[in-house]
C-alpha cells in the first residue's frame, strides 16, 4: 500500500517582529491587496511606548502563513489607575482553515489583564464578538457637509505645524500629540479661537468605496470644537478636499445645521470587566495606524 503525505498540522504562534514582513505580505495578499505590505508591516510598529507582548497571532500550515489576526496594544492611565489594553485589527483565514478562525481571537482573549476593542468589525465578526462577550459601543453618527463658508478674518486659526502644535499643547494633551505624530491614518489640527484651543485627530474614510470622508477621532475640547466647526469644515474640503465629516456621538456630540443622523453607524465593541463604553476611545488603535 503506497504511503501519502501527511498534511501539516496547523500551529498557532504569536506574532513577534520577525513575523511582521510575512505577516503583512499574507493581509497584502489575502486580505486588502489595496494596502501595500509594508503599509501593513508599518501599523505594526508602534510609534508609542508600551511594552506588547506580540503583534497579535498567526496559524501556520507548516512555514506557510494561513491566518492571522493582528493586535494594537497600548497602557492608558484611567480615573487614576494605569489599565492595558489591546486593539483587536484585521482578522482573515485563509477559506480552507477557515476551522480554525476561531483560535486566533481566542488566543488574544486569554491574555490577562486586559481590556479588548474591536473597532472596525465587518461582516459575521459581529455576531462571534457578541458570542465572546464584546458589547456595544454607542456609533449614533452625524453626518456633514462640509462647505465654503466664508469665516470672520482673524477670529479661528486652523495649523497642522508641529511646532506651534508642540508650542501650545500641554500635560496629556502634548502626549497624545506626540504619540500619534508618526502614524499612517492619524491627522492632527490644532484649532485656536482667543486664548482657547482645540487639539483634533481625524483620519480620511472610505464609505461605499469612495475616499470622500473625515471621521474625527479625537476632540480635546468639545466647546472649542463646536465654534470653531464651520471653520474646521471649511479646511477639511479646501486642504484635504473632504466634502464630508463623520461626528460620532461619543467622540463629540454636535449636530451641525444641514447635518443629519446616519441610518446604519458603522458597530465598534468592546470587552471589559471593570471599564465603562465612556471609558473607551478610538487612539491607540488600528483606526489610527493604518489607512485603507
Not at 11 to 28: E, K, S
Not at 159 to 187: K, N, V
Not at 266 to 278: A, N, Q
Amino acid at each position: 500500500m503506497a504511503l501519502t503525505d501527511a498534511k501539516p498540522r496547523v500551529a498557532l504562534r504569536p506574532i513577534t517582529d520577525a513575523d511582521v514582513p510575512v505577516v503583512a505580505d499574507f493581509l497584502h495578499a489575502h486580505l486588502n491587496p489595496d494596502v501595500p505590505a509594508a503599509q501593513w508591516a508599518r501599523a505594526l510598529d508602534l510609534p508609542w511606548d508600551v511594552e506588547r507582548p506580540n503583534s497579535g497571532f498567526m496559524l501556520l500550515e507548516g512555514e506557510r502563513v494561513v491566518g492571522a489576526n493582528i493586535a494594537f496594544y497600548s497602557q492608558r492611565t484611567i480615573d487614576g489607575r494605569l489599565e492595558r489594553f489591546c486593539n483587536l485589527g484585521a482578522w482573515c483565514v485563509l477559506e480552507e482553515h477557515r476551522f480554525h478562525s476561531l483560535r486566533l481571537v481566542r488566543a488574544l482573549l486569554a491574555q490577562d489583564g486586559y481590556h479588548f476593542t474591536d473597532l472596525s468589525p465587518s461582516g459575521n465578526v459581529v455576531g462571534v464578538n457578541e458570542k465572546l462577550g464584546f458589547s456595544y459601543l454607542d456609533t449614533t453618527t452625524t453626518v456633514v457637509p462640509n462647505l465654503p463658508r466664508p469665516t470672520v478674518p482673524g477670529r479661528v486659526h486652523l495649523s497642522s505645524d508641529a511646532a506651534l502644535i508642540e508650542r501650545t499643547l500641554s500635560g496629556r494633551d502634548l502626549e497624545i500629540y506626540r504619540d500619534h505624530a508618526a502614524t499612517a491614518a492619524a491627522r492632527q489640527v490644532l484649532l485656536r479661537l482667543g486664548d482657547a484651543h482645540c487639539h483634533v485627530i481625524f483620519r480620511k474614510d472610505r464609505r461605499k468605496g469612495l475616499p470622500l470622508f473625515a471621521s474625527v477621532l479625537h476632540v480635546s475640547d468639545v466647546e472649542v470644537f463646536r465654534a470653531c466647526a464651520g471653520a474646521f469644515s471649511r479646511h477639511l474640503l479646501v486642504r484635504h478636499r473632504l466634502p464630508v465629516m463623520l461626528l460620532e456621538r461619543a467622540v463629540v456630540d454636535h449636530r451641525p445645521r444641514l447635518s443629519r443622523t446616519v441610518d446604519s453607524p458603522r458597530r465598534k465593541m468592546f470587552r471589559s470587566p471593570t471599564l465603562d463604553p465612556d471609558h473607551i476611545d478610538y487612539l491607540y488603535s488600528e483606526l489610527v495606524c493604518l489607512s485603507w
